[in-house]
T-cell receptor
Framework: LAKTTQPISMDSYEGQEVNITCSHNNIATNDYITWYQQFPSQGPRFIIQGYKTKVTNEVASLFIPADRKSSTLSLPRVSLSDTAVYYCLVGDKNTDKLIFGTGTRLQVFP | DAGITQSPRYKITETGRQVTLMCHQTWSHSYMFWYRQDLGHGLRLIYYSAAADITDKGEVSDGYVVSRSKTENFPLTLESATRSQTSVYFC????????????FGPGTRLTVL
């Protein structure tokens, strides 16, 4: 299966904007891109989903370029409670199976 | 209460034993999923189901069996547990089989000795 890759970790300070990118070169044509947040010892929690261009909700924005081979989750003004692991989820073009990204551990400092 | 529950939350078993992990959701979602998450790694899809009696393999299905006789339940069985199946198992449900919003359970931590 093609890998869906993310930076392993990122550090930020409270109040800053954080952008986390996911590379998914083999994304299925008809699939969305979904992002999740996971705290230790919990299941992942849905953040945002999109198909193309830009999507914004009350907690994040999702930027998707025209070729859809990557996506960027943007968290505005992070707080300590945003410290977590973030995953993207896409469908693989060749296998038509759902693939989670490798995950990005975000650490927010005061 | 509405939501998605998993049982047991913790399980220790021995190599070669059969183990069944339970998953129950109250939203009447058509789709249900099983993932495993190994220490320090991401989530990998084991099996998913589009409806009762309709299931399909994910990325890492070898050694696992699923069934779905009722929409709300999606048990995962390890027919003969191996140490490599030591992991945290997450069940999820949703309205689509695509990369759409999914709702995850709290997970089952399984240790195979």
């Amino acid at each position: 299966l093609a890998k869906t890759t993310q930076p392993i970790s990122m550090d930020s300070y409270e109040g800053q904007e954080v952008n986390i990118t996911c590379s998914h070169n083999n994304i299925a044509t008809n699939d969305y891109i979904t992002w999740y947040q996971q705290f230790p010892s919990q299941g992942p929690r849905f953040i945002i989903q999109g198909y193309k261009t830009k999507v914004t909700n009350e907690v994040a924005s999702l930027f998707i370029p025209a070729d859809r081979k990557s996506s960027t989750l943007s968290l505005p003004r992070v707080s300590l409670s945003d410290t977590a692991v973030y995953y993207c989820l896409v469908g693989d073009k060749n296998t038509d199976k759902l693939i989670f990204g490798t995950g990005t551990r975000l650490q927010v400092f005061p | 209460d509405a939501g998605i529950t998993q049982s047991p939350r913790y399980k220790i078993t021995e190599t070669g034993r059969q183990v069944t992990l339970m998953c129950h959701q109250t939203w009447s979602h058509s789709y249900m999923f099983w993932y495993r998450q190994d220490l320090g790694h991401g989530l990998r899809l084991i099996y998913y189901s589009a409806a009762a009696d309709i299931t399909d393999k994910g990325e890492v299905s070898d050694g696992y069996v699923v069934s779905r006789s009722k929409t709300e339940n999606f048990p995962l069985t390890l027919e003969s547990a191996t140490r490599s199946q030591t992991s945290v198992y997450f069940c999820a449900s949703g309205t689509s089989g695509r990369a759409f919003e999914q709702f995850f359970g709290p997970g089952t931590r399984l240790t195979v000795l």
